[in-house]
């Protein structure tokens, strides 16, 4: 008797413990997920970025701007009409620092040294070449071609499913979470 008591009260007591992920509270990953798709909804874009920051499970698409150099649209700003960095990119320049200090493995003495930081700064719309060909790439010519950039980015939140693969393994993502970001301008 005193055995039959003792394990209804142990699974009682284990059963009353145990969540969705078996243990109380739930799974992490499930949490995780609940807290990017309210992140998400409610456009709090540093809670987000925090919460996939500290996740492996997740990434962030979609949030690319061109600034000299792709970067996050997070860390943009619009400037007038030009788009500002706000994070400061290193200056680097070639100089000659002597071939015991080369640290480039060519050991010619001449090396990448930083020089400085700046903030950079695009213009929203702009001009570049493209090129374009004809009669199946035999006849090809570069035209300017102006380009307006995007300013409202449509950033969706994917989770880690499995990877696939057997020599060129790649990761397949399922999206969870869609948004629209709007770039804002500089204080």
């Known amino acids: 008797m005193k055995i039959i008591l003792l394990s209804i009260l142990t699974l009682s007591s284990i059963s009353s413990n145990a969540g ?3 243990i109380s509270g739930g799974s992490k990953n499930g949490k995780i997920r609940d ?9 709090d874009w540093k809670k987000l970025r925090a919460v996939i920051g500290k996740s492996f499970k997740h990434q962030i698409k979609g949030d690319s701007i061109f600034v000299g150099q792709r970067v996050s649209a997070f860390d943009v700003c619009i400037q007038g009409d030009s788009l500002k ?4 990119t290193p200056i680097y320049e070639n100089r000659y620092v002597g071939k015991s200090l080369d640290k480039d493995h060519e050991k010619d003495g ?3 040294v930083e ?3 700046r903030n950079l700064v695009y213009p929203i719309t702009y001009t570049r070449y493209q090129r374009e060909c004809n009669n199946h790439g035999k ?10 950039q995007d300013l409202m980015k449509k950033i969706q939140v994917e989770e880690y499913v499995r990877t696939i693969g057997d020599q060129s393994e ?9 948004q629209v970001f709007e770039v804002p301008h500089c204080k």
Do not use: M
């Open 115 to 117: 020089v400085g930081k």
């Open 170 to 178: 790649r990761d397949i993502y399922e999206p969870i979470a869609e």
């Open 139 to 148: 006849r090809c010519r570069r035209v300017l071609v102006e380009e307006t």
């Open 35 to 43: 807290t990017i798709i309210e992140a998400t909804q409610n456009s």
């Open 110 to 112: 001449w090396t990448f």
């Open 20 to 22: 969705i992920g078996g």
């Open 85 to 88: 960095h706000l994070k400061k």
